[in-house]
């Protein structure tokens, strides 16, 4: 089961979203994020303190503003409640940095549940990998490799500009921030033999 996740961060490309949403999936929007939407979501979960109770035909969760999870994560909890299997996030990046962390972190925890999520906005996917990823070349310029919890140990990086073999990835380090795929590949490939990573593709705003 699919789930899309409409977080309200502040100065969102709404045509974009709206473009790129799969509204086959369960549309759960998160407090604000139902004032990007041009149609009405499966879901309007929030406490409405960054914006008012909608007045709508869809179903509506008012949550208590003194609570121990955001809006957004909330909405995750009540995806893996319904069976999701993949969950995208739009409209998640941005403003607080504090908000954008703490959704980077609702990836992490979407991995541990076994569910395939990504955040999704004009020039960024994020997602996290425990084992293997592929790496297309196309639509983004970059990729970048981070390693969470910890060192990666066995980290490699084939059919990109800056290829890596078994490398011991440290958590703070940055050398595998933007890379490529190479030339004359169709694709880069990443594996990790233990650890965390979280991936990032990326381009450059005009």
């Known amino acids: 089961m699919k789930v899309t996740i409409v977080a309200g961060a502040p100065h969102q490309d709404r045509a974009f979203i709206n473009k790129n ?4 999936s369960f549309v759960i929007a998160a ?10 979501p499966d879901l309007i979960v929030g406490d409405f303190d960054s914006s008012e109770r909608p007045d709508c035909s869809c179903p509506v969760v008012t949550l208590n503003p003194v609570k121990n999870d955001s809006d957004t994560f909330d909405c995750v909890q009540r ?6 299997t993949q969950i995208e996030f739009f409209g998640a990046l941005g403003g607080r940095i504090d908000h954008t962390l703490a959704n980077i972190h609702a990836l992490i925890y979407c991995a541990q549940q076994g569910i395939d999520a990504k955040i999704i906005d004009p020039g960024n996917v994020l997602y996290v990998c425990k084992d293997k990823t592929v790496i297309p070349k196309g639509t983004f310029h970059y990729f970048s490799v981070y390693s969470l919890f910890g060192p990666a140990q066995g980290l490699t990086i084939t059919g990109a500009k800056y290829p890596l073999q078994d490398h011991y990835l440290e958590q703070y380090a940055q050398l595998t921030l933007s890379n490529e795929v190479a030339e004359d590949c169709a694709q880069a490939e990443i594996y990790v033999k233990k650890g965390t990573l979280l991936i990032i593709l990326s381009n450059d705003f005009a």
């Open 21 to 24: 949403i799969d509204r086959q």
């Open 31 to 40: 407090d604000a994020g139902h004032r990007i939407l041009d149609f009405e």
């Open 79 to 84: 995806a893996v409640e319904r069976g999701a």
